[in-house]
């Protein structure tokens, strides 16, 4: 049992450092090494979770429990790996349609998965003033690495490669503002009753409250509620 796990972590490690690295034929090696499924969903879960890490600081002056706040980062887990296994589904859809690429479906999710490892830098976006910048480097780099492992696993060229990535993002933005409402809604329903209500801060939120808190300045810094 114990030699599994540290297996199944050396692949998990191996997986993460050569997405981070761009290198194009990462599903072969992972594929190679087995655990495949568990790898590429260990990816995307804890890339979930580590977004979340980074507001972790909001839940804890709310007081969430420890058991909901743990419970929450796997719920954001699961639903960003379920975000990202629709984006392979509209990703494989437009390779095989558009470009006739030879993909399984099995494939492209585990492409996705992969190419979701910066997301485990998602924890830096509490970084004061820099968090939505962080956000965005986190976010292109997610894309170009998938753009490399798309067209590399596709057989086609940078510029389809991109066009599937890309258009695929766009379908699945377009999706959750109109046939996926409903599952947004339920999202926010599962997030209220793990979580419970909360308060919503941003980063330089806390940084003024902080610096407020030195400068001793009575009944400033508060937290201000967001709709």
Sequence with gaps: MLHTMISFLAQLLDA?????SMRPDVLQVVEAGGATRRVTAAVAILGGASLLAGESVVLFLNQVPRGRFLLSLLLNGVIFALTLGFWALVIWWIGVEGFGADVTLESTIHLVGLGAAPFLF????????????????????????????????????????????????????????????????????????????????????????????????PGRGSWRSRP
């Design 16 to 20: 993460i450092q050569l997405s981070l």
């Design 122 to 217: 998602g924890f830096l976006v509490l970084a004061p003033y820099f968090g939505p910048a962080i956000a965005r480097i986190l976010w292109v780099w997610s894309l170009l690495i998938m753009v490399q492992v798309v067209a590399f696993s596709f057989e086609v060229h940078f510029l389809a490669a991109t066009a599937c990535v890309g258009v695929g993002w766009v379908l699945v933005l377009l999706a959750a503002r109109t046939v996926g409402r409903p599952v947004v809604r339920l999202r926010n329903v599962l997030w209220n009753r793990v979580v419970g209500p909360t308060t919503h801060a941003s980063a330089s939120d806390i940084l003024a409250v902080a610096l407020d808190a030195t400068e001793d300045a």
